[in-house]
Nanobody, 121 residues
Framework: QVQVVESGGGLVQPGGSLRLSCTAS??????AAWGWHRQAPGQQRELV?????????NYADSVKGRFTVSEDNAKHTLYLRMNSLKPEDTAVYYC???????????????WGQGTQVTVSS
């Protein structure tokens, strides 16, 4: 059983900052990669930022230079630091993790329940 819990969302004014956290727990042997996606009302879910072991990162063009993804492997926690937030960043942000339960296990994935980020004055 695996759990993925996001936190840190909320209401912030344009230009403000937030830090999202995602903690994975349960039967996890290793995390192969994980990242943040977001979905605004009426829109498709989109990749925001992605990180792999060795800290190779990838960002959506719309957030480059403003958002930073990082991880604490020891705590199985993923972060997303969001600066210079814009109203168009308003969405539910989801954590998505690729993991295995043992050295011999297949690669699995799991989505968190999401955390709401609203950027408004």
């Amino acid at each position: 059983q695996v759990q993925v819990v996001e936190s840190g969302g909320g209401l912030v004014q344009p230009g403000g900052s937030l830090r999202l956290s995602c903690t994975a727990s349960g039967n996890i042997f290793s995390i192969a990669a994980w990242g943040w996606h977001r979905q605004a009302p009426g829109q498709q879910r989109e990749l925001v930022a992605h990180i792999t072991p060795g800290s190779s990162t990838n960002y959506a063009d719309s957030v480059k230079g403003r958002f930073t993804v990082s991880e604490d492997n020891a705590k199985h926690t993923l972060y997303l630091r969001m600066n210079s937030l814009k109203p168009e960043d308003t969405a539910v942000y989801y954590c998505h993790v690729y993991y295995s339960t043992s050295r011999y296990d297949v690669l699995r994935d799991y989505w968190g329940q999401g955390t709401q980020v609203t950027v408004s004055s």
